[in-house]
T-cell receptor, first 111, second 110 residues
Framework: NAGVTQTPKFQVLKTGQSMTLQCAQDMNHEYMSWYRQDPGMGLRLIHY???????DQGEVPNGYNVSRSTTEDFPLRLLSAAPSQTSVYFC??????????FGPGTRLTVT | GQQLNQSPQSMFIQEGEDVSMNCTSSSIFNTWLWYKQDPGEGPVLLIALYKAGELTSNGRLTAQFGITRKDSFLNISASIPSDVGIYFC??????????FGTGTSLTVIP
């Protein structure tokens, strides 16, 4: 199993540009989540999904969009990038009641 | 959102020493997890705890689920250079949401 995979590993955007961060898992997990990690702060939940076709907002959803058309994939879209979105983004997946497994992260810089 | 209080924030220790860190919450949890994150990588699960009072080991790592359900502890015995990294805790609420600590940065001096 590849586990949770994320692409790209690094990305630089200009303010106002849009892009999609890709996440895929091959463990048939129901739950998938997107977090951002900033210095001095714990992981903060952006959006999550409890199954294909079902998504919900987390703690910091503004400026981000998600969809879940399949069990395996959970892309995160930045609609109009802002410098405040410079961060490391992690995708995670789990069974209901199970432990979170994280991807390797995408390091995003917005100039 | 709730952030867990994790301490210490950073530790500098000599190789061979034991390490202790802890995590506290204002709410009770039904699961405590401990992760390690190497620079430039994603967090990797080290230990999962499911029951108050539970003590679980994984090699040189031992973690405990506090009796109050509001805290957890991680110990690393006989540290080695590859233990370097950031360790953080996570708790799952009875609403099935995860909350994370801010991490303990560990440096091991050979």
């Amino acid at each position: 199993n590849a586990g949770v995979t994320q692409t790209p590993k690094f990305q630089v955007l200009k303010t106002g540009q849009s892009m999609t961060l890709q996440c895929a898992q091959d463990m048939n997990h129901e739950y998938m989540s997107w977090y951002r990690q900033d210095p001095g702060m714990g992981l903060r939940l952006i959006h999550y999904s409890v199954g294909a076709g079902i998504t919900d907002q987390g703690e910091v959803p503004n400026g981000y969009n998600v969809s879940r058309s399949t069990t395996e994939d959970f892309p995160l879209r930045l609609l109009s990038a802002a410098p405040s979105q410079t961060s490391v983004y992690f995708c995670a997946s789990r069974w209901f009641g199970g432990e979170q497994y994280f991807g390797p992260g995408t390091r995003l810089t917005v100039t | 959102g709730q952030q867990l209080n994790q301490s210490p924030q950073s530790m500098f220790i000599q190789e061979g020493e034991d390490v202790s860190m802890n995590c506290t919450s204002s709410s009770i949890f039904n699961t405590w997890l401990w992760y390690k994150q190497d620079p430039g990588e994603g967090p990797v699960l080290l230990i999962a705890l499911y029951k108050a009072g539970e003590l679980t080991s994984n090699g040189r790592l031992t973690a405990q689920f506090g009796i109050t359900r509001k805290d957890s502890f991680l110990n690393i015995s006989a540290s080695i250079p590859s233990d370097v990294g950031i360790y953080f805790c996570a708790g799952r609420s009875y609403g099935n949401q995860f909350y994370f600590g801010t991490g303990t940065s560990l440096t091991v001096i050979p």
